[in-house]
């Protein structure tokens, strides 16, 4: 079967291709009646027509495509990150690839031989915007999500309120009564980790002890850390607060392997609500990060650079999830 062209859906609808570019090309606006644009969408529906991007992509000098640098595939973060960029990519007839970077957050390779000539854009996660000069030049419009709003190159950035979240950690534990907290911080140095290291020394009290140990972000690195900073009794914290899920889980393998009961003994807390946060028992207290909606947020800012339109947006909000891994602090 011959597939259908701008020439038939111009045939049939009784207008000219040009009213058909128009209209599917969403340019109709102010030069073709509502009623004759409903007109031709839904005779290109009944017709089955596809527009040729290939061809049109050629005309206009773009791919209508987006590159998103991640640090990891590993973490169901990014994932959902991917997933929401996708959505709001297809519904603008882009394509979003998806890129590893191969040095996790430090400097990222350029995956083409010539990124401006196979991209329009690029989004970066939880990158330092100092590590994405080799791809694309300066001229590549950068949407950077999750990350130092102040600093790089960047056209637009979308951020989570990460501090929010450590605050309402933080509050959350100071009343069920713990005064003696360890955070358990990722060893990996990145924006998005000190904002919630400043926001949770911001929020405690006065009276409070804070310990700080750096962990590699996997669970058997945070059981090492854990279990060297729970070894001796005498000054053991009441919580632990974690940088990640991840993290959290390795905490509790070493409570659990030292004896001690969780909440009843330890309380800990994590960050992300990863589905490894219902996964564990007891099931984790956490931060919920959209992280889909990460992912809509930066697509739709890089199709607003691309039209040349500013993109401003405010934090997107986060929510703590209050499970069983959270208790009343143990009487000393």
């Not at 401006?116 to 694309?136: E, K, Q, W």
């Amino acid at each position: 079967m011959t597939r259908p062209t701008s020439r038939d859906v111009a045939t049939a609808a009784g207008v000219s291709q040009a009213t058909v570019s128009l209209v599917l090309g969403d340019k109709w606006h102010g030069r073709v009646s509502a009623r004759t644009a409903d007109l031709v969408r839904e005779t290109a529906t009944t017709l089955g027509y596809r527009p040729n991007l290939a061809a049109r992509n050629l005309r206009l000098g773009t791919t209508r495509t987006a590159l998103l640098v991640v640090p990891a595939l590993t973490n169901e973060f990014f994932a959902r990150v991917y997933t929401g960029a996708a959505r709001i990519a297809a519904e603008h007839g882009f394509g979003v690839v998806l890129y590893p970077s191969p040095d996790g957050t430090g400097p990222a390779r350029d995956p083409f031989a010539s990124a401006r000539a196979a991209l329009d854009g690029v989004i970066a996660s939880s990158m330092a915007a100092d590590a994405l000069h080799a791809i694309g030049g300066a001229d590549l419009p950068l949407v950077m999500l999750d990350s130092d709003p102040t600093a790089g190159r960047a056209a637009a950035h979308v951020n989570l309120a990460m501090a929010d979240g450590m605050r309402q950690v933080t509050e959350h534990l100071l009343t069920l009564g713990h005064r003696r907290i360890l955070h358990l911080a990722s060893a990996i140095d990145s924006w998005t980790f000190d904002i919630r290291a400043q926001a949770l020394t911001t929020h405690l009290t006065p009276h409070t002890e804070l310990r700080t140990v750096r962990a590699p972000l996997t669970v058997d690195g945070a059981r090492t850390a854990t279990e060297a900073a729970l070894a001796h009794p005498h000054d053991r914290p009441t919580a632990i607060i974690c940088d990640d899920d991840i993290l959290a889980a390795g905490a509790c393998k070493a409570a659990r392997r030292l004896g001690l009961r969780i909440p009843q003994d330890l309380s800990v807390t994590g960050f992300d609500d990863l589905a490894l946060a219902t996964a564990v028992d007891p099931e984790l207290t956490t931060v919920h990060l959209p992280a889909e909606r990460v992912g809509e947020q930066g697509m739709t800012a890089l199709l607003a650079v691309l039209e040349g339109t500013p993109w401003t947006a405010p934090d997107i909000p986060v929510t703590l999830i209050p499970r069983d891994s959270t208790g009343p602090a143990p009487t000393p």
